[in-house]
């Protein structure tokens, strides 16, 4: 079968295609013929060389496909069923633990971009249904962040106000669960083309940070100077002190990315001043992952997919991904 590994020390260009035997199930295991993948910015860390991994490594941590073999001791899922996988297949259920957080496909160990994969039963669920596999691989990291970040631990209720930032799978997918759920959204992005792409996807209010640089006083006069109640965070440090300053009193802020910087001056007299909760959020685990999939089928969400790519033009992926002309996600059918 083929997949892609990764040479170190990393780039573009050290992605290469190989042959590979797959590998019969043991107890316990499940044998997927995977059919997609989706890139996340984890995924290009890992690609361009940013994250130290093991030479060869194959990358990718989102997985869809259908069950081709089953181990053993396997009782939830059958031969033929359609599966997603885990970000964290360690993570089964309850708070992050460091033991949880290990064993990310893509990182610390081989991932998706492959014909097929034999894992652990519960490094997957079950696939939406009516999903096709490159919509149900968009789920794993971008999904499940968006729905922990908000359901799980901003906890958000109809008529709360809800500040997504950009255009990325995150908060797309934020936005979609916010208005799901009832809420009021606020969408930001440098781009007036996007902004509407995003009020046809249910945003209420639009704001352009390119011509309003201070756009957290724009969403404190869009609440009547009261604040969001949440805001997904994905600069970083370098947005950080703009979402403190849009965010009401008592308000939670899901600190989900840092595409704007890992370090820098937070404002924390601003921070406490406004008994504001900020939570740092890694996607999130097996059985909020299957909450999630309740969630969208009740809703009848669909993921917002740019553009899709062979396995072997998964460079041509990463650098469309680098270009940031994409709107939702980007895919590999493989």
Not at 149 to 178: C, H, N, R
């Amino acid at each position: 079968m083929r997949a892609i590994r990764l040479s170190k020390p990393g780039g573009l260009n050290k992605l290469a295609p190989v042959d590979i035997e797959p590998r019969p199930p043991r107890l316990g295991e499940i044998q997927v013929r995977v059919e997609a993948s989706s890139l996340n910015y984890h995924d290009y860390a890992v690609v361009s060389g940013m994250l130290n991994v093991a030479d060869g490594r194959i990358p990718m941590s989102d997985g869809a496909g259908t069950i081709s073999a089953v181990g053993d001791g396997v009782t939830e899922l059958r031969e033929g069923d359609a599966v997603v996988s885990c970000f964290f297949p360690n993570w089964q259920d309850g708070g992050p633990e460091l033991a949880k957080l290990i064993g990310v496909p893509g990182d610390h160990a081989d991932g998706f971009a492959t014909q097929t994969v034999t894992l652990p039963a519960n490094a997957f669920t079950r696939a939406p249904t009516g999903y096709t596999a490159a919509e149900s691989a968009t789920l794993t990291c971008a999904a499940l962040t968006a729905w922990r970040g908000l359901m799980v631990e901003a906890k958000i209720k109809p008529g709360d106000v809800v500040l997504t930032q950009g255009t990325g799978g995150v908060s797309i997918f934020a936005l979609q669960f916010a208005k799901a759920a009832g809420c009021r959204v606020i969408a930001t992005s440098s781009s007036d083309d996007k902004l509407d792409t995003l009020r046809s996807l249910g945003a209420d209010e639009l704001i352009n940070y390119k011509k309003t640089p201070d756009w957290s006083s724009r969403a404190l006069e869009l609440t009547d100077g009261r604040g969001v109640d949440v805001v997904v965070e994905i600069g970083g440090a370098g947005t950080l002190p703009q979402s403190i300053n849009a965010v009401r009193i008592g308000g939670h802020i899901s600190l989900i990315g840092v595409l704007a910087g890992f370090a820098g001056e937070v404002p924390t007299a601003a921070l406490f001043g406004k008994n504001a909760e900020l939570k740092g959020i890694t996607v999130g685990s097996r059985a909020q992952q299957l909450d999630m999939i309740q969630g969208i089928e009740a809703s009848d969400i669909k993921p917002v997919i740019d553009s899709s790519f062979p396995l072997e033009g998964i460079a041509d992926a990463f650098r469309h991904q680098e270009s940031q002309r994409h709107f939702g996600k980007i895919c590999l059918e493989i």
